[in-house]
Structures are given as C-alpha cells and as structure tokens.
C-alpha cells in the first residue's frame, strides 16, 4: 500500500510514519516544511520525503494523489492562540488549503482519512459525545477562537457531502488530547503557544509559573499518541472498508482531567525525576484570567470526555495508556531532548 501523509514531520504524522515502517511493508510518500521530527524514518527506503509547503507545491500533491492509495492531509494549525493570533492563517490553511485536496481524492477516486477534531464539538453539554448524535455548539462570531473548530466542521460536512454524493471514500477522525513525545515543541511553548502538556513541561523546565487559565476547572480526556495511532493503522487497513464513510472519536475517556490535576501531576512528577529532584528551585502554580492569557477573543471548553463506543464496536480499538503513564512518557521525551541539547 502507498500512504501519502502531508504534514509528515508533525505530531501525528511522524508517529504514524513510525509505525508504519516499523509495523508494515508499505510505503510512506510524505511532505512537510521541515523534518526535525523524522530522526529514525528518514533514510528508510520505503520513506519517501519531499520538503515542501502545500500551499505552493501543488503539482506534487496532485501526482502523489493520483499515485497513492489512501490520503491523510495531516497540515493544519492546531493551538488555539494561533486561532486568536492569526484566524485568517488558520482559515486559509486548515481549511482552504485542505479543501483543495479532499477535492482532488474525489477527482482520482482515493480513500481520504481526514483529521477532524474533538473541537468540532465546541461547549456540546453532553457528557460524553457522540460523532452521529451529539450537538455541535460553538459561540459568538466576535469570538474567534471558533474559526478552528467551525472551518474544521465545513469541511467534515463537505467530505460527508463528497461521500454521499460522488462516493468518496472518507474516514473522519476526532483526536481527543493526544499527548506524547514531538507535541508541539518547547521552543514554541516559549511564546505561550504549545498546547496545555507542553506548556506545563516548557514551564518546569525554564523554571517559569505554570499558568492555570481561568483556574484550571477545565477538563480534557488526554490520549497517548500510541493508542491514537493504532487506530489509525486499523483505519488505514479498513478491513472489509469498516471504517468508510465513519466518524469515529478517538480519544480515552478513562484519562479525563482537570487543568489543575494536570498541572499539579507534571509538577510532581517533574521533582521526583532524578535529574530533577535536587533542583534548587520549581515553577510555582499561579492562576490568570483567560481574557489576558489568550485575549477576548477566546472562549473556552470546560468538559470534553469521548464516547468511544463505535471505534470499540466498529475498530475494536480501546485506548490502553493511563494517564500517569502518558504523562511519565511524555515528560520524559521532552527531558531527554533538553539534555541532548534541542530544547
Ligand atoms: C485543542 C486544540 O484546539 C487542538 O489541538 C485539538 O484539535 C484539540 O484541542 C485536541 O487536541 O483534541 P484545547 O484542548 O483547548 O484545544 O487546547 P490546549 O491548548 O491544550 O488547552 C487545554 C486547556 O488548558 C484549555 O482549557 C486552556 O485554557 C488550558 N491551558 C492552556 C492552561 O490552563 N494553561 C496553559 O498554559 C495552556
């Protein structure tokens, strides 16, 4: 099989770009802007990487479409500042640029596996949500936070449309939190734009306050990135095309959390680590208003927990890794990338 994934050198794509090379005989056709997070993949000779950016190498991706057999176009912003920085980029790239290719698996008749998101569900009162059920509740315009969340939901309604319509091919996934090693990075997390996980460890490791917006009340349902990527191994099989035309939650309701525990969990686990533990000092906890951390534009989530009914009936796919345990791996990654001297 030959997968093209664009945005290979991000989170998920050079994790899953791991595994498959190391779980099967396929090849991997990737793009990125960079490939800093392809330390291992790189040089394998069924790893094929162009550096690139999708929004100028077009007759690339249009050639690699037509090549492969299923696409995942992985390439969006996805730290809710930059929805508040810089909501055209996110428009543009995320959904734009995406639009482009979704159109083109229907053009050359290829399966696409669209990354769609946990945010689709917005402030959704439900206590776990369902993907055929559950409402998706956004707020105000003037709170541009949504841009991500709704420019992601268009195009879920479009590939859907696509599907019903001209027979697309399509999986829809909704990550929930994933956690892990290559989130985001520390460099990033210096100017407060890292998702929650890597701003903590950022935080610990510059010995800066970790920051509880609003109070840290909010809860998230943290998946590890191994557990999220065997389901997009058993999505990208589709045996007997059991996941065509699905959406599917992939997330671990078992690992839910508020921000607080999060924070209160790293900082502990970050003193007892060994090259940590006689630290002269340690980042203090201290709480700010939302309004001045992200700015007016923001709104946030506070409950976000996945029914993962269908991935377990449907994939036979059950998250594995606990919270403590995803949280002990990832720290640990970042540390060790400080001590090699990439921090
Ligand atoms: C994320 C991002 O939008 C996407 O990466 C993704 O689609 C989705 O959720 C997901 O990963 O499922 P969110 O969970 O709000 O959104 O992003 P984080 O930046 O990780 O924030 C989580 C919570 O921590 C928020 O309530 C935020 O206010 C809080 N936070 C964040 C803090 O309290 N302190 C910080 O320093 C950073």
């Avoid at 490939?35 to 999708?54: A, P, Q, Y």
């Avoid at 460890?201 to 840290?216: C, R, W, Y």
């Avoid at 045996?239 to 502990?268: M, R, V, Y």
């Amino acid at each position: 099989m030959k997968v093209l994934i664009l945005g290979v050198n991000g989170f998920i794509g050079s994790h899953l770009s791991h595994r498959i090379l190391t779980d099967t005989d396929w090849e991997v056709y990737g793009m990125d802007l960079g490939d800093n997070k392809l330390t291992g993949v790189i040089g394998n000779s069924r790893f094929n990487f162009i550096e690139g950016d999708i929004s100028i190498n077009k007759e690339w991706i249009e050639y690699h479409i037509k090549k492969c057999d299923v696409v995942l176009p992985l390439v969006a912003i996805a730290t809710p500042k930059t929805y508040i920085e810089d909501p055209l980029g996110v428009f543009e790239l995320d959904f734009e640029e995406n639009l482009n290719i979704v159109r083109q698996c229907v053009k050359y008749n290829k399966r696409i596996i669209f990354p769609s998101t946990s945010e689709v569900y917005g402030m959704c009162a439900d206590q776990a949500f369902e993907e055929d059920t559950s409402h998706l509740i956004l707020g105000p315009i003037r709170k541009q936070r949504w841009i991500y969340s709704c420019s992601k939901q268009l195009l879920d309604r479009v590939i859907w449309a696509y599907g019903e319509r001209h027979g697309l091919d399509f999986t829809l996934i909704r990550p929930f939190n994933w956690i892990g090693p290559r989130l985001d990075s520390l460099e990033t997390a210096k100017e407060g734009s890292s998702r929650v996980v890597t701003q903590f460890i950022a935080s610990l490791v510059f010995t800066q306050p970790i920051v509880l917006v609003d109070g840290g009340r909010q809860s998230r349902s943290f998946t590890y990135i191994d557990d999220g990527i065997d389901a997009v191994m058993k999505i990208i099989r589709n045996e007997n095309s059991i996941a065509t035309g699905q959406i599917f939650n992939l997330g671990n309701p078992a690992n839910n959390c508020s921000i607080e525990e999060l924070a209160h969990k790293l900082l502990d686990m970050f003193k007892s680590h060994p090259a940590h533990r006689l630290d002269d000092a340690y980042s203090e906890i201290i709480i700010q208003d939302a309004d001045s951390f992200y700015g007016e534009s923001y709104q946030d989530i506070y409950t976000r927990v996945p029914s993962i009914k269908k991935a377990k009936e449907i994939l036979g796919w059950e998250p594995r890794v606990g919270l403590d345990d995803a949280l002990k791996k990832t720290l640990e990654a970042f540390l060790e990338e400080v001590s090699r001297g990439n921090g």
